[in-house]
Nanobody, 124 residues
Framework: QVQLVESGGGLVQAGGSLRLSCAAS????????MAWFRQAPGKEREFLSA????????YYQDSVKGRFTISRDNAKNTVYLQMNSLKPEDTAVYYC?????????????????WGQGTQVTVSS
């Protein structure tokens, strides 16, 4: 089992920045990739970005390319999401996820482990 704990959410004005962190514990050696998703009220959970543990290959949803950056620190078993130029429509609960297996990383169904989520609110 893998446990994930997110942190770093909060309230920020439009145009501001936040950095989310996701600390993994447990069977971290089994992790193939980690990702960030978000879910706004009344909307489906949305893929944002993913990073593979071994090679550091990164993947982004088009709407956040150039604004969000995913990174990892394997020594700390932590993944980060740097979010810049935030917009009110970025307001959502942000979730960290991890998977043990290779596959399509943008599919939420692929991930076996999820954090509890952290709220990000962007005011206009």
């Amino acid at each position: 089992q893998v446990q994930l704990v997110e942190s770093g959410g909060g309230l920020v004005q439009a145009g501001g920045s936040l950095r989310l962190s996701c600390a993994a514990s447990g069977r971290t050696f089994s992790i193939y990739a980690m990702a960030w998703f978000r879910q706004a009220p009344g909307k489906e959970r949305e893929f944002l970005s993913a990073i593979t543990r071994s090679t550091g290959s990164t993947y982004y949803q088009d709407s956040v390319k150039g604004r969000f950056t995913i990174s990892r620190d394997n020594a700390k078993n932590t993944v980060y999401l740097q979010m810049n130029s935030l917009k009110p429509e970025d307001t959502a609960v942000y979730y960290c996820a991890a998977t043990d297996t290779i596959g399509v990383l943008a599919r939420s169904g692929k991930y076996d482990y999820w954090g509890q989520g952290t709220q990000v609110t962007v005011s206009s």
